[in-house]
């Protein structure tokens, strides 16, 4: 614990009956806690000035770098509430490494993992009766984030830089539950290539998957897959998620291909699927082993993963000119590895791998 975290606390907290209101259905990323927290750093200062004060919108100078040339990294976690009223995060750390990798990529200052997980407990803390009660699936969302806010035209990398953590009650991701998604495989767009930034959290990656996803909806899909930049034949991820293919006789895969964002939940489900027996390959897997896999029944699952919309089935693949239809109902994999993984987070389960994090 290295930072010194000021609080001043918010003057007009919301009362306790609209906060119930909030958390009867918090949506998603639509409410925010009381309180944020903020961090700056400079080359001279390192990083200081840590503080909780009252949510809030920023004051910025028109020609903040952020504002121009994106030099932006983010995180997504979430706080778990257990039935003795003991608040959990779902390996933080994880996400504090993901961060010094997206900072290297960003040209960002590094905050240390240890300041990371720091800062997201202290809001956490302050605001823990935002965490939903226990039983529900709901969860706090945590956003850390770092912003280059010197105000300067030129090209290079911010001399003033900004973290922040910012909480928001949530609900299911998805509207209509746990079925399947249809997916649009755009064959235009890609969302990274060789040397670019596909495997930071960052938010020009998800700016770049917007007119995706829009073509998408408008295909009457609900989300958006991207393939490989180079040779337009590997699966890479969703605009927000990543992929798993489970196979009819137990076997899982999981593209990787150095260009795609690597989940947390992701590799949770790699061990969790491996302690359940299943082999599990991470490897580049094509558009082609998709299509005729699902045809053919050889592939009896699809799955799509992340922090947001935990696990959440895939039914039927479109692609221009074409489809290849899915389940319409959630496989029996899918629904015990969403399980097991909700279980752990949950506290209803023993947690065998040490992923919890105590924060309150
Ligand atoms: N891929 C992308 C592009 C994402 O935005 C996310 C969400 O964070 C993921 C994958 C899944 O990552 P995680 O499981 O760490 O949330
Ligand atoms: C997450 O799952 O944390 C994401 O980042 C997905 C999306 C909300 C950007």
């Not at 961090?39 to 949510?55: I, K």
């Not at 956003?143 to 900004?162: K, Y």
Request: glycine share 10%; hydrophobic share 40%.
């Amino acid at each position: 614990m290295t930072l010194d975290i000021s609080f001043v606390p918010a003057a007009h907290p919301r009362s306790d009956a609209e906060l119930a209101e909030i958390l009867a259905n918090p949506g998603f990323g639509t409410h925010f806690t009381d309180h944020m927290l903020t961090v700056e750093w400079t080359p001279e200062q390192g990083w200081h000035d840590a503080r909780v004060t009252a949510y809030g919108p920023l004051s910025l100078d028109p020609a903040t770098a952020v504002l121009h040339y994106a030099q932006e990294i983010f995180e997504g976690l979430k706080a778990y509430r257990h039935d003795d009223g003991s608040i959990w995060t779902f390996r933080p750390e994880e996400n504090a490494k993901r961060m010094v990798g997206s900072s290297h990529r960003l040209a960002l200052p590094v905050l240390e993992p240890d300041d990371f997980v720091q800062a997201v407990d202290e809001l956490v803390k302050v605001d823990q009766r935002w965490v939903p009660e226990a039983g529900s699936e709901k969860s706090l969302y945590l956003r850390p984030f770092m912003i280059a806010t010197e105000a300067f035209l030129g090209v290079r990398p911010s001399e003033h830089v900004t973290f922040m953590v910012i909480a928001s009650p949530a609900g299911a991701y998805f509207k209509g539950g746990i079925k399947p998604l249809t997916l649009w495989l755009t064959e235009e767009y890609t969302r990274a290539g060789r040397g670019g930034m596909g495997a930071a959290k960052t938010g020009g990656n998800y700016a770049s998957s917007l007119v995706a996803q829009q073509e998408a909806i408008a295909q009457g899909c609900d989300q958006v897959v991207f393939l490989d930049a180079a040779e337009g034949k590997y699966v890479e991820e969703l605009g927000g998620m990543n992929m798993y293919f489970v196979y009819a006789d137990g076997h899982i895969v999981t593209p990787a291909t150095g260009t795609i964002l690597e989940g947390i939940t992701r590799s949770a489900i790699i061990e969790l699927a491996g302690k359940a027996g299943h082999q599990v390959e991470e490897r580049r897997f094509s558009i082609d082993e998709w299509r005729e896999g699902v045809a053919s029944g050889e592939i009896s699952e699809v799955f799509a993963c992340g922090t947001a919309a935990v696990i959440t089935p895939v039914g039927t693949l479109k692609w221009e000119g074409g489809e290849v239809q899915g389940s319409t109902e959630a496989g029996p994999l899918t629904m015990e590895i969403r399980q097991a993984l909700v279980d752990i987070q949950y506290g209803r389960a023993d947690d065998t791998f040490g992923w919890m994090h105590q924060v309150v």
